[in-house]
């Protein structure tokens, strides 16, 4: 089984046009079709709704290279 995730576009017809290239062989499939409703429309969510914190930019020298967060003996 292969997943393709493509965009489509329906005309007024009714008909979907869509193209995608596939490494398929000539034949029947048996194809699933999931529609998004509207999906260039509506902005992306966080699905998992986690907290942001903006703590502002970093300070102009800061740096996280190991020599300068640890001492001497690497710890």
């Known amino acids: 089984m292969k997943t393709i995730e493509t965009d489509a576009i329906v005309t007024n017809e ?3 046009n869509l ?5 398929l062989a000539p034949g029947q ?3 699933v079709l999931v529609v998004e ?3 260039a429309q509506t902005p992306k969510q ?3 709704n986690l907290p942001v914190i903006d703590v502002g930019p970093w300070p ?3 740096s996280l290279r190991r020599e300068d967060m640890y001492g001497d003996d690497g710890r």
């Open 14 to 16: 009714g008909q979907l």
């Open 29 to 31: 499939y048996k194809v």
């Open 19 to 23: 193209n995608v290239s596939v490494d």
């Open 46 to 48: 966080n699905r998992l």
């Open 60 to 62: 102009e020298n800061f």
């Open 37 to 39: 409703e509207n999906t």
